[in-house]
C-alpha cells in the first residue's frame, strides 16, 4: 500500500510530461534569418573578390611571362643596331681593300672601325680586364699555362692569350692567361 500511496500522490510520473514552449518573438527570428541572410550575401561577395583576385593574378603571371619571353627576343636589339653602323663600315674598309693598294690608307681605316666598335661596346657597359703584370686570381683568369719567371713575377699574369671582360662590372669572360711559376 505504501508504494501505492507514492503512486497516487505524484501522478505527473506516469503522465506524459507537458512540453514547454519556449516561443520566440517574431522580431528574433526575423533578426536571426536577416544574419543569416546578410552572412550568406557576405560570403558571396567574400567569394566573389577571391575568384576576381585569383583570375587577375593568373591574367599577370600570364602577361610576365609574355613579356619576358618578348624580353629575351629583343634583349639584343639596341646592341644590335648600335653594332650596324660598324658593320656598314667594315663593308666600306672591305670594299676600300678590294680597290686600293694604299696600305698606310688601309690600316687608318681599319684602325678606325676598330676604336669605333671598342667606343660603341664601352657606351654599353663593356669594359676590357686589365690582367697582365696583376697577380693570378682564380675568380677573374683560367691560366693555360705556367712558364718560369723571375723572382719578382712569380704567381702574375705573364701574358695575355684571351682577354677577359666585364659588363657593367659582372665579369662575363674569363681572361686565359700565361702564369709565372
Known amino acids: 500500500m505504501n508504494q501505492r500511496n507514492k503512486e497516487q500522490d505524484s501522478p505527473e510520473i506516469n503522465e ?15 533578426n536571426e534569418d ?6 550568406s550575401k557576405e560570403l558571396d561577395e567574400q567569394k566573389d573578390k577571391y575568384v576576381r583576385l585569383f583570375a587577375e593574378f593568373d591574367n599577370f603571371k600570364r602577361r610576365t611571362a609574355k613579356e619576358r619571353i618578348e624580353l629575351m627576343q629583343t634583349a639584343g636589339k ?28 688601309i690600316k687608318q681605316g681599319v684602325q678606325l672601325v676598330f676604336n669605333k666598335l671598342r667606343i660603341t661596346l664601352q657606351a654599353r657597359g663593356l669594359k676590357p680586364m686589365e690582367s697582365i703584370d696583376t697577380d693570378f686570381d682564380v675568380e677573374k683568369h683560367e691560366a693555360i699555362t705556367e712558364v718560369p719567371v723571375s723572382e719578382n713575377k712569380k704567381d702574375k699574369v705573364v701574358d695575355e692569350i684571351v682577354k677577359g671582360y666585364y659588363l657593367n662590372d659582372k665579369l662575363i669572360r674569363f681572361a686565359k692567361v700565361v702564369v709565372g711559376k
Open 16 to 30: 506524459p510530461l507537458e512540453e514547454i514552449e519556449t516561443e520566440l518573438p517574431k522580431e528574433s527570428i526575423l
Open 34 to 39: 536577416d544574419a543569416a541572410i546578410k552572412a
Open 78 to 105: 639596341e646592341v644590335i643596331t648600335s653594332l650596324l653602323d660598324i658593320l656598314d663600315d667594315c663593308d666600306r674598309a672591305e670594299k676600300q681593300m678590294n680597290t686600293s693598294d694604299d696600305t698606310e690608307q
